[in-house]
């Protein structure tokens, strides 16, 4: 059971660099999403994907672009990094349903922008 | 928008109770989480209310009440490996989640 598998674990990337950050998930699982951690905070969401073909900004979007790939796949772009991109990434997925609703999380990106 | 409010630090001896609460201000509301995260890790699901009440699970449980905008985690016969970052993250349109700042309980021996 590999739940969310998040790739890389850890990048650095120079100012300007981009890179993206993959996530899949083996639960058959409609939503997916993407937050970033900054030290001593909460999560914060950056994009959503309520369902394969659909995604939606978060609270944080700028800098970021998205594409949910096919249902298992939601990958994270950063086109110009920029050291306010430092953070730790985590992808998310979840069902949507009334009972027992929680998002199962991958380990994590750590990334540094110099 | 979303805003909820956690203490940041909570402190307890091994075998105790405790107790983080969690008020929030909401424009959509449709249930209260919780997740635990250890240094270094990745958020781990806890429970979940949709309705007031109290869900129980194992030595945790979790209370709401929606008319007060308000709930609750309770952590019950603290255990060191207890120690970590709790969030309480409220749930809104699409499934999408807010989450607080996160409460960091220390239990010591």
């Known amino acids: 059971n590999a739940g969310v598998t998040q790739t890389p674990k850890f990048q650095v990337l120079k100012t300007g660099q981009s890179m993206t950050l993959q996530c899949a998930q083996d639960?058959?699982?409609?939503?997916m999403y993407w937050y970033r951690q900054d030290p001593g905070m909460g999560l914060r969401l950056i994009y959503y994907?309520?369902?394969?073909?659909?995604?939606d900004k978060g609270e944080v979007p700028n800098g970021y672009n998205v594409s949910r790939l096919n249902k298992r796949e939601f990958s994270l772009r950063l086109e110009s990094a920029a050291p306010s991109q430092t953070s730790v990434y985590f992808c998310?997925?979840?069902?949507?349903?009334?009972?027992?609703?929680?998002?199962?999380f991958g380990s994590g990106t750590r990334l540094t922008v110099v | 928008g979303q805003s909820l409010e956690q203490p940041s630090e909570v402190t307890a001896v091994e075998g105790a109770i405790v107790q983080i609460n969690c008020t929030y201000q909401?424009?959509?509301?449709?249930?209260l989480s919780w997740y635990q995260q250890h240094d270094g890790g990745a958020p781990t699901f806890l429970s979940y209310?949709?309705?007031?009440g109290l869900e129980e699970t194992g030595r945790f449980s979790s209370f709401l009440s929606r008319s007060d905008s308000y709930g609750y985690l309770l952590l019950q016969e603290l255990q060191m490996k207890d120690s970590a970052s709790y969030f309480c993250?409220?749930?809104?349109?699409?499934?999408?989640?807010?989450f607080g700042d996160g409460t960091t309980l220390t239990v010591k021996p």
């Open positions: 998310a997925s979840s069902e949507v349903g009334v009972n027992n609703y929680g998002y199962t």
């Open positions: 639960m058959n699982h409609n939503s």
């Open positions: 994907s309520a369902s394969e073909g659909t995604t």
């Open positions: 909401t424009s959509g509301f449709y249930g």
């Open positions: 209310n949709a309705l007031d």
């Open positions: 993250a409220v749930r809104g349109a699409r499934g999408k989640s807010t």
